[in-house]
């Protein structure tokens, strides 16, 4: 009797074993999003999300050694551990270490970059891989729909005052944009003794995130006052962290220069300039404090 309840048993953890395998673990997800999961053999296998918002079956490719990319998601190597998510195997966003092939406002991008949500007034581009705003076809007309974003970041790089003047200012901006593949045209936000940086902006507006579709601007006219939210992402989708870090303006509050101020027009590592604090939503965020020319700061680089 004994024995037949251990072979009774034995048989009862063969079938469940067999029944958590061809489930998987259920929750909700998104499509087209891959998840690793457990082999009755001990592997790691994978699991893909089907367009009801479950994950499907554990697939266990019979190796021991775990499975391959699932649905376009990220895959495990031969000992179980999981791959990062990269461009270089994921057409989709990286969401951490899962590839989303599934393209839509909760989690948009392409080419293996961050997934970001699009905010409300955006919607996710399938060809772009970006969250752009719509324009709504007012006036009645036949234009309504998708309208690119134009984007601004502050700079990961820092740089000494001496820039190579306003011309070198935005060659870097254009450096920095190229480096993460944004496209566009790109002038950093700065002045010099003759110039103002907003007489230098094309009222081309909204500015928005280079990622996420948040609003910092609304116009020209906002950029002579105030963002909306702090201009604190870099061209990669990065947040700067550190609340000392300053950028380079010359400008002060309107979008005016601050004469004298400008690290003698942007070509020395003497004098001062005035700089301001991207974490700031007040004045202080083109005019914070005047520091000396041989200090690294960050630009302001805004799409035209």
């Known amino acids: 009797m004994t024995g037949m309840r251990a072979l009774l048993l034995v048989v009862s953890l063969v079938v469940l074993g067999v029944a958590i395998q061809s489930c998987g673990a259920h929750g909700t997800c998104v499509p087209g999003a891959t998840s690793e999961c457990a082999c009755t053999s001990g592997a790691k296998g ?27 998601g990220s895959s495990a190597s031969g000992g179980g551990s999981v791959v990062a998510c990269s461009p270089a195997n994921c057409s989709g966003c990286c969401n951490g270490n899962t590839c989303v092939t599934a393209v839509g406002n909760s989690a948009c991008g392409k080419g293996g970059q961050a997934c970001t949500l699009c905010a409300s007034d955006a919607v996710c581009g399938a060809s772009s891989g970006q969250c752009e705003r719509t324009d709504g076809g007012a006036g009645g007309g036949t234009d309504g729909g998708v ?12 740089y000494s005052g001496d820039l190579g003047g306003i011309a070198g200012a935005d060659n870097r901006c254009t450096i920095a944009a190229s480096g993460a593949n944004l496209g566009g045209t790109w002038k950093a936000w700065i002045s010099s003794e003759s110039v103002d940086a907003i007489s230098r902006m094309a009222n081309v507006g909204p500015w928005y995130t280079v990622k ?85 700061m960050h630009l302001y680089c805004i799409e035209q």
């Open 46 to 72: 994978a699991q893909a999300c089907t367009s009801d918002g479950l994950f499907g079956a554990c697939v266990c490719d019979g190796s021991g050694g775990g499975a391959g990319s699932a649905g376009g």
């Open 212 to 296: 996420g579709g948040t609003k910092l601007f609304n116009n020209l006219a906002n950029l002579a006052t105030v963002p909306l939210a702090p201009v604190t992402m870099t061209e990669q989708g990065n947040l700067l962290t550190t609340s000392t870090e300053r950028v380079w303006t010359g400008t002060g509050v309107g979008g005016v220069k601050t004469n004298n101020n400008t690290c003698l027009n942007w070509v020395a590592s003497s004098n001062t300039s005035v700089v301001g604090s991207p974490f700031e939503t007040t004045n202080a965020w083109t005019s914070s404090t005047t520091v000396n020319c041989y200090l690294g």
């Open 147 to 158: 309208v690119t974003n134009k984007r601004m970041f502050v700079t990961a790089a820092v």
